[in-house]
């Protein structure tokens, strides 16, 4: 085989072969093939798509070109849970412990975050002394006790991958639905779980801002999972506002343990239930969706998530004080206040310029090295549809320097005041299965 042949034959809008986009991958891989030739075939592959059966082939190359998770060690069903990213998304740490409290095993593997927030990661970092460095036996013992532990990507965990993504970000290949889809079921798929529940955001903060753009990536990765033997279900939620009212790291921790108590915010409470419930129907313990929603909705309002919460920070070495008193969790020096200027309503909350705004405060990275302050965010006051009087608070920036200007002029665009009422924005869009 001949990577020019196989470059040509995609170009000419032909399907590539089980065994010729393994052979891709191993080459790349393994370095026999250069850059400019994958370049090119990303290019191909970006214009003229895959089918469903060579998007299935590449995910699994991808997954067979490292290590893959073995979680047979834990006990159950293993449900895994994605979201494609946005801001203030912070559902994994109250999905995660929910789902655990009724008996789904969550063996999670997260990444950092690169762009306007942190990751899972850095956000449970937040919390003073919490590792997410286990040993092997540490991770299935804390699963198959309290159901819930949560590391770092192991490195070569789809190498291919890694290596994929990184030239596709430099060659302008990166809007390739299959593309997309492969990249991120075969991370899922390499760290072992039986089932996966995805959170496709679509919206001005999302990757996707089309929700046409979203449902054809839900297809995509539910037709992957379906091809590979495993069950996989698609939620299709609103990136176009912040999720919930806060932006940060600390203040999303603390805005989690306002949820697991149940006294979150209405927008940001239902997206968990619903995520969770797919969650526990694939994992079986409970029969249909909506017995699940009012099942985990009574777990939420008695307080045996958070308490899963805690035992979760505590087996890897957070402080539960902190979960106890939220307060003791990192502060920000100054609180900055953005006031409206006219009375109105919310007609637009612009996500990704909130997001930008809390990564110039320090809440997220621009580069892989730059350190994250856990302590800064934004607490926003209004959603999408709220009514607002002159001089009453938009938004909270929490800061580390007095006057963060270039912050405070990216949130005043970011939300917008008119004088007729708007409709509240709607949560979830569709779920696919």
């Not at 705004?357 to 320090?362: E, I, K, R, Y």
Request: with cysteine.
């Amino acid at each position: 085989m001949r990577m020019v042949d196989l470059i040509q034959k995609k170009r000419d809008g032909f399907a590539l072969s089980k065994e010729e986009i393994h052979f891709i991958i191993e080459g790349y891989t393994q370095g026999t093939i250069p850059d400019y030739q994958m370049a090119a075939l990303a290019m191909a592959i970006y214009f003229r798509g895959m089918d469903s059966q060579e998007t299935s082939h590449l995910t699994m190359a991808m997954v067979q070109s490292g290590e893959t998770i073995d979680l047979s060690p834990i006990k159950g069903i293993k449900v895994d849970k994605h979201s494609t990213g946005g801001v203030g998304d912070k559902t994994s740490l109250i999905v995660a412990p929910l789902v655990a409290t009724v008996g789904v095993p969550v063996a999670k593997m997260s990444g950092r975050g690169l762009g306007h927030t942190g990751g899972t990661i850095d956000k449970l970092e937040s919390i003073e002394g919490f590792q997410t460095e286990l040993t092997p036996e540490q991770f299935f013992r804390n699963v198959n006790e309290i159901k819930l532990a949560l590391v770092g990507q192991s490195g070569n965990l789809a190498p291919a991958d890694k290596k994929l993504y990184a030239l596709r970000d430099v060659t302008a290949t990166v809007n390739s639905i299959p593309l997309i889809a492969s990249s991120i079921m075969s991370k899922k798929l390499a760290s072992g779980a039986d089932a996966i529940v995805l959170d496709v955001k679509t919206g001005s903060g999302a990757f996707m801002k089309k929700l046409e753009d979203a449902k054809a990536l839900a297809e995509a990765m539910v037709s992957i999972g379906k091809e590979l033997n495993r069950q996989t279900i698609a939620v299709i939620s609103d990136m176009n506002q912040p999720l919930g009212y806060e932006v940060g790291n600390a203040n999303e921790v603390r805005e989690a343990i306002e949820v697991l108590k149940g006294e979150g915010e209405a927008g940001l409470t239902k997206l968990c239930l619903t995520i969770a419930a797919y969650m526990t129907v694939a994992g079986q313990i409970y029969p249909d969706f909506d017995s699940a929603y009012e099942e985990l909705d009574k777990v939420l309002r008695s307080g045996q998530a958070l308490e899963t919460f805690k035992r979760f920070v505590q087996a890897q070495g957070g402080n539960p004080e902190q979960i106890d008193d939220p307060e003791k969790l990192p502060q920000a020096s100054f609180h900055v206040e953005l006031k409206a200027e006219e009375d109105g309503y919310v007609t637009q909350i612009d996500a990704e310029a909130v997001g930008i705004a809390a990564m110039l405060l320090g809440a997220g990275r621009a580069t892989k090295e730059d350190t994250i302050d856990h302590a800064v965010g934004i607490t926003l006051r209004k959603k999408v549809g709220d009514p607002v009087q002159k001089g009453e608070v938009l938004a909270v920036l929490h800061s580390n320097s007095e006057q963060p200007a270039a912050s405070i002029n990216r949130l005043k665009q970011a939300i917008v005041i008119g004088k007729e009422k708007v409709n509240k924005l709607p949560l979830i869009y569709d779920v696919l299965q």
